[in-house]
């Protein structure tokens, strides 16, 4: 198996691949003729109309909204093995910012009510579990 490209600037800057996982489940998928491989997870098609756009160094790249990317986490926690508890910080982490702005909060529950029900279920589930809440739903 090759592992996942990464990219990361002397300033720090850490750029990763993903991609949707596919039926044959690898970890790994080449992305064309690039030379990049992108590690393959459930759920990222949430990424592809829930982004924000970073300009870093002249270049502009489309990163997953806070919300999605907290909602994916949640999603897949329980299938992250020994990654799972980074997972579970980096959670918290953003929910934090997000709990922190009425937009932000706003923003969630605009993804979050489109889920299906069982991703919602999953969602509700994980906070459950780790005795976290939903960011707070805020009133138009």
Do not use: H
Request: aromatic share 10%; charged share 30%; with cysteine.
């Amino acid at each position: 198996m090759t592992s996942k490209s990464r990219f990361v600037s002397p300033e720090g800057f850490e750029v990763e691949f993903l991609a949707k996982l596919n039926r044959e489940g690898l970890s790994c998928v080449r992305l064309g003729s690039s030379g990049i491989f992108a590690e393959s997870l459930s759920y990222v098609e949430l990424f592809g109309s829930n982004y924000i756009e970073v300009k870093r160094n002249g270049i502009l790249v489309k990163v997953a909204s806070p919300s999605a990317f907290a909602i994916q986490k949640m999603l897949i926690n329980d299938r992250r093995g020994n990654k799972a508890e980074k997972d579970a910080q980096a959670i918290d982490y953003v929910l934090s910012f997000i709990n922190a702005s009425t937009k932000s909060c706003a923003e969630f529950y605009e993804l979050f009510d489109k889920l299906p029900r069982k991703w919602r279920k999953t969602i509700e589930e994980y906070c459950r579990l780790r005795g976290i809440n939903l960011p707070r739903r805020v009133s138009n």
